[in-house]
């Protein structure tokens, strides 16, 4: 899990992203982006139960996108909000496909390759 200042907690910050940011879809992941003036990137993930009914699945698939993007956090370039949806299939998707469909989904965006 990302550090608290990293993260997107703010409901009107989510619903920014939503209206007002890029989008770029994988076959797993839909990722938004929006520039937010600050210093810092900040990103949440989210996992809707149109993914899974069970809760068990859906904190999965939160927690491995989560631990891609920890893992990864020095790539992201600073000043960005992030939303990263995750879409049917991520739950069973290799860590492999998933790190690569969320790089390639940033890349388009401009977020990922310091």
Known sequence: MLARPLRLRAASD????????RS???RFILAKALDNRLDISRCAVVVSKKISKKATLRN???RRINEIVRKNWQKI???????IVAKAGSP???????EKDITLALSKLGVWGK
Request: hydrophobic share 45%; proline share 4%; glycine share 10%.
């Open 24 to 26: 770029a879809h994988g």
């Open 14 to 21: 989510f619903n920014k992203v939503y209206k007002l940011g």
């Open 92 to 98: 069973e998707a290799e860590n492999i496909l998933l």
């Open 77 to 83: 370039n600073p000043g960005f909000n992030i939303v």
């Open 60 to 62: 999965r698939a939160k």
